[in-house]
């Protein structure tokens, strides 16, 4: 009887232990939350990003460039899911590694590197020529942030 009595135990400590490292995107939820690198609250939609780690911890960020700022701090190895909100549609984390990057100053980001994401390369070349800048990739954005 005892034996049994642990194994359910043990059952039910495993399952915790496993849904407690999910990996997967926690939605922003703007006029709350606090960019976890600059600490000022999110809530530009267009501009908002987050890092999932390994192990399900959530990062949010009011900024694609405070994400990249906080990103020089970390190893890439320990994050799971990059994630940026897309231009054209506010509020809707996209995958940022698939992402195409504009930097104008005809958009403003929140901290002032005014960079932006879109979801397809076909928006961000429709925003070049209406606001002018630099196209970049998931990469080269990267690199230009880690110097």
């Known amino acids: 009887m005892k034996s049994r009595k642990w194994l359910y135990i043990l059952m039910i400590l495993l399952l915790v232990l496993q849904l407690s490292c999910i990996v997967e995107a926690n939605p922003i939820v703007y006029g709350s939350d606090t960019c976890h690198f600059c600490r000022m609250t999110i809530v530009d939609k267009q501009h908002a990003s987050e890092i999932?780690?390994?192990?399900?911890?959530?990062?949010?960020?009011?900024?694609?460039?405070?994400?990249?700022?906080?990103?020089?701090?970390?190893?890439?190895?320990?994050?799971?899911?990059?994630?940026?909100?897309?231009?054209?549609?506010?509020?809707?984390?996209?995958?940022?590694?698939?992402a195409t990057y504009l930097v104008s100053e005809g958009i403003p980001s929140p901290m002032g590197e005014y960079l932006t994401a879109f979801e397809t390369e076909l928006e961000?070349?429709?925003?070049?020529?209406?606001?002018?800048?630099?196209?970049?990739?998931?990469?080269?954005?990267?690199n230009r942030f880690k110097k």
């Open 52 to 98: 999932v780690t390994k192990k399900g911890k959530v990062y949010k960020f009011d900024a694609i460039e405070c994400m990249f700022n906080y990103l020089k701090e970390r190893e890439d190895k320990d994050i799971a899911i990059f994630l940026v909100n897309g231009y054209t549609n506010p509020g809707k984390l996209i995958d940022a590694t698939a």
């Open 124 to 142: 961000a070349l429709e925003a070049l020529q209406k606001h002018g800048g630099v196209l970049f990739s998931w990469q080269e954005i990267r």
